[in-house]
């Protein structure tokens, strides 16, 4: 049974440049929220804490899944493999080349070309793709869309909402369409 995630007093500085100052919150399991903020406000780094990249300066955070899947702001992608492969990485053979292959057509990709011929936004939807195949208790996403047309982010989030039904959602974005399109709540930082 999946127990909620919890932030208590929560602080991070860079040096002398405090980024996150006392940040207390609950995600019930299932809840979907998004972080806004102004840039440089703490809101990859509250998520890289919550994903245990990066240990609190003060407070604690307790209830994480173990089974977590996360979009970094960066595609982090292996560029000499194709879509396929790129997913293949993160399930094994737990996903059939069928399941993958629907995924990757949901998202409009083909498999086989490698990934390092992909347009930016083309690999911003390889790398959520990676997060959708097999999500986790809690997905984190942080700047999904960047680099989407409209009519493609409104496809990926249709996805998006459909893969994560169930499972706890924490989006970065600077955008309150994407937020609703979510059905996720607004926490400013």
């Known amino acids: 049974m ?6 208590e007093s929560l602080s991070f500085s860079y040096g002398e440049n405090l980024v996150i100052d006392r940040f207390s919150r609950t995600f019930a399991p299932g809840s ?19 994903l245990g990249l990066i ?12 089974k ?18 790129n997913l293949r990485l993160v399930t094994g053979k737990s996903k059939s080349a069928s399941e993958i292959r629907d995924l990757l057509g949901l998202l409009g990709l083909e498999p086989g070309q490698p990934v390092s011929e992909f347009s930016g936004g083309m690999k911003r939807r390889v790398a959520i793709a990676r997060a959708l195949i097999d999500p986790g208790d809690l997905v984190v996403m942080d700047e999904p869309f960047k680099g989407l047309d409209e009519i493609t982010k409104a496809q990926v989030i249709n996805v998006i909402n459909g893969k994560t039904a169930g499972k706890t959602l924490l989006v970065v974005t600077h955008d309150p369409s994407e937020a609703a399109l979510l059905n996720a709540s607004v926490i400013e930082l």
């Open 68 to 85: 977590i899947t996360a979009v970094f702001q960066e595609d982090r992608l292996i560029e000499s493999l194709d879509a396929a492969d």
């Open 2 to 7: 999946t127990k909620d995630i919890v932030i």
């Open 32 to 50: 979907r929220s998004c972080l806004m903020g102004a840039s440089g406000c703490g809101k990859t780094t509250l998520l890289n804490i919550i």
């Open 55 to 66: 240990p609190p300066g003060s407070g604690t955070v307790y209830g994480v899944p173990e």
